[in-house]
């Protein structure tokens, strides 16, 4: 069996290139606060992975996406050893465009703070007397720049993602920067209704998108998951106050409750965290993980 090396390691992931092709590996990795903490969850993987196909699968219509299997049978052998059993993905090759596609349908987090401050979100005017949480009238499309691992993403306007990738691609920036745009919103909006049909609201979420060989845009990356969206229940939901959500909050309130904690957290907190994402999952697919 040949020994296969990731070509790039991020706070959670794993690349390894197959040639014409990519595989994509969630870890069970944790990272909060942009820091790798020391525990390991064990299924997170396998959740995110299994997430981003379900939502892969839902929305071929709007959009094509860059997965071609998460069997690993077929897979060169090396993945065929447990640990990459459910938390792998064979994808195509994209050339990644070099924007996060952030895309708002509540108010919350960094959005809310900056509206407090000027009644807007990445400079785009918000009606007046929103509180926290509130559902917005539209969702919102507020991009940001793409930063290397632990620089943060910069938040930017639409005008300036067109300029953005006008460097990259002289001639189609405009072009570009609407299609991502308008396919951010058209995949929120179809996935926001359904979850909600399930018990769940999503907040906010973020894509990315890159181009095929033929030059079409095709989503890639992950999608819709726990850790690249908010997701809140929506029973109890009530806007004026942070909602409780299915993803690492349990682990982020711990670290911030305990500053001396040397980013390790207790099992219990490990095991509530990962109840949460398997809890998310089953909702929104109607499933088991594994089934």
């Known amino acids: 069996m040949q ?4 070509i790039k390691e991020g706070k959670v992931r794993e690349i390894y290139d197959n040639g014409d092709s990519l595989i994509m590996v969630a870890t069970d990795r944790i990272s909060c606060f942009d820091v790798i903490l020391n525990n390991e969850v064990t299924k997170k993987g396998a959740v995110l992975t299994q997430m981003s196909k379900f939502w892969f699968d ?5 959009i094509p996406n860059h997965m071609i299997s998460v069997d690993v049978k077929d897979m060169p052998e090396f993945f065929q050893q ?5 938390n792998s993905m064979m994808c195509r090759k994209l050339e990644m465009l070099p924007i996060e596609c952030i895309v708002r349908g509540y108010i919350t987090g960094s959005g809310w703070e900056s509206y407090k401050k000027t009644g807007k979100v990445c400079g785009i005017e918000l009606p007046e007397g929103l509180k926290e949480s509130d559902k917005l009238p539209e969702p919102i499309y507020t991009p940001s720049t793409k930063a290397e691992i632990g620089d943060h993403d910069e938040n930017i306007s639409f005008e300036q993602s067109v300029t953005h990738l ?17 396919n951010t919103i058209a995949l929120y909006k179809k996935c926001a209704e359904y979850a909600l049909s399930k018990g769940i609201i999503i907040a906010d979420t973020k894509f990315e998108f890159g181009l095929d060989a033929e030059g079409n845009m095709v989503i890639g990356d992950e999608m819709l998951t726990p850790d690249s ?3 809140w229940p929506a029973e109890g939901y009530e806007a004026g106050h942070g909602q409780p959500s299915f993803d690492k909050q349990f682990a982020r309130d711990w670290l911030k409750a305990n500053p001396d904690n040397n980013w390790t957290l207790p099992q219990e907190i490990v095991d ?6 398997l809890q998310g999952y089953e909702m929104l697919t109607g499933k088991k993980l594994g089934e």
């Open 229 to 231: 969206s908010r997701f």
């Open 58 to 62: 839902m929305t071929e219509d709007i």
């Open 272 to 277: 509530k965290t990962i109840n949460k994402y």
């Open 82 to 86: 447990e640990k990459f059993n459910g």
């Open 166 to 182: 006008e460097k990259y691609f002289p001639g189609r920036g405009q072009e570009l920067a609407e299609k991502l745009r308008d």
């Open 3 to 6: 020994e296969m090396k990731p």
